[in-house]
C-alpha cells in the first residue's frame, strides 16, 4: 500500500494505519490456515477508495489554506522557487550557505508583513481585512472531515459512489 497526500488535513497517517490494520488482520486470518485467497484480494477494492477519497480532500485542504497566504500577498509558489534556487546553485539544503538563502528568502519574504504589527497602518488593515473574510466564511481549513476521518466505511459492491 502507497499513497501519496498533501501535509493538510492529517489524512496520510491515519489511511496508512487503517490500511495497515485492514491488511494485517487478513494476512493473520491467511496464516492461521484460512489461505483465503479472495480475501487477501479484497484488501486494494476496499482501501483503494478511502485512500482516494481522503487524498482528494487533502489536495482540497491545500488549495484552501493557501487562501491564507494568499490573502497575505503571500505568493504559494515562493517555496517551490526557493528549493529552485538552492538547487541550480549545486547546494546541500544541509550546507551553511543554502541554509543563509533560506533564512534571506524568508526574511524577505515577511517584510511586507510587519505593517500588521504598526497599528492603523493602512496595508495591514487590509491584510486584517482580506484575512478576516476568509477566517469569517470558514473558508481556510475547516478540519472536522468525520466521513472522511474515519474511512473504514466501504462502498456498497459495484457503487463506488458513496
Known amino acids: 500500500s502507497a499513497h501519496t497526500f498533501p501535509p493538510s488535513g492529517g489524512f496520510g497517517m491515519n489511511v ?4 495497515a490494520f485492514n491488511l494485517a488482520w487478513k494476512m493473520a486470518h491467511f ?3 484460512s489461505k483465503d485467497y479472495t480475501l ?3 484488501y486494494q477494492k476496499e482501501r483503494k477508495y478511502v485512500a482516494n477519497k481522503c487524498a482528494a480532500l487533502s489536495y482540497i485542504n491545500l488549495k484552501r489554506s493557501l487562501l491564507v497566504a494568499k490573502s497575505l500577498g503571500i505568493d504559494p509558489s515562493a517555496p517551490d522557487i526557493l528549493v529552485d534556487i538552492v538547487n541550480r546553485s549545486k547546494l546541500t539544503p544541509l550546507e551553511a550557505s543554502a541554509k543563509k538563502i533560506g533564512k534571506s528568502a524568508l526574511s ?3 517584510q511586507h508583513l510587519s505593517c500588521l504589527e504598526e497599528k492603523d497602518h ?9 484575512l478576516r473574510k476568509i ?8 478540519l472536522l472531515f468525520p466521513k472522511h476521518d474515519i474511512g ?4 456498497e459492491e459495484g457503487n463506488q459512489n458513496t
Open 152 to 155: 473504514i466505511v466501504y462502498p
Open 122 to 130: 493602512p496595508h495591514g488593515l487590509s491584510l486584517q481585512k482580506s
Open 40 to 42: 487477501l484480494d479484497s
Open 135 to 142: 477566517l469569517d466564511k470558514r473558508a481556510a481549513l475547516p
Open 31 to 33: 496464516f492461521d490456515g
Open 108 to 110: 524577505l519574504g515577511r
Open 16 to 19: 496508512g494505519i487503517q490500511d
